[in-house]
């Protein structure tokens, strides 16, 4: 499918501060997470959850993202405001794969496959067994800058402050 403005969007996304947004036109095949150095050093976590679609069934429709390639096959877009992962881009494949994470209903793209065995984090088992609390009461007074899980006409993300660069 092509990425006109006549066609729906099967799943949209964006970064945290809402400069970069996209839209898949296509439902992602084999989402899947990583385990591999890579990806945890590009996520800053302990795996990156991916969903990939063709190339051409991706439309960055606010804003562009900024690019590092982190080998020689792979291409990795982040929002250059404020840092949020974005994909995966593997340069021998008309293919890329946005960070689940990033998408405005996470939930709807459960993995269903593991890569980068070898490098995953042994502690990843324990982690449904941590004890736990539920936070969003606790932060309900906050101000958020973060771009909400829908789009927003006309969103502009907040401005850098002097304080964020101390
Ligand atoms: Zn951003
Ligand atoms: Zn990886």
Redesign the pocket.
């Known amino acids: 499918m092509a990425n006109t403005e006549a066609c729906v969007a099967v799943l949209t996304g964006g970064c945290q501060c809402g400069a970069v947004r996209y839209a898949l036109y296509a439902a992602p095949e084999d989402p899947s997470i990583?385990?591999?150095?890579?990806?945890?050093k590009?996520v800053g976590g302990p795996?990156?959850a991916?969903a990939g679609v063709q190339l051409d069934d991706l439309a960055w429709t606010g804003g562009q993202p900024a690019a590092f390639q982190s080998s020689s096959i792979?291409v990795r877009h982040f929002c250059a405001a404020c840092g949020t992962p974005l994909t995966?881009r593997d340069l021998r494949r008309e293919r890329i794969s946005v960070t689940i994470g990033s998408l405005d209903e996470p939930a709807r793209v459960p993995p269903v496959r593991q890569?980068?065995l070898e490098?995953r984090l042994a502690w990843c088992d324990a982690l449904t067994d941590l004890p736990g609390v539920e936070t969003e009461a606790k932060y309900a007074g906050l101000t958020s800058y973060q771009h909400p899980d829908h789009k927003v006409p006309g969103w502009q993300p907040r401005p850098p402050q002097p304080s964020e660069n101390a």
């Open positions: 990583c385990h591999c150095r890579m990806c945890q590009a795996f990156a991916l792979v995966y890569y980068g490098s």
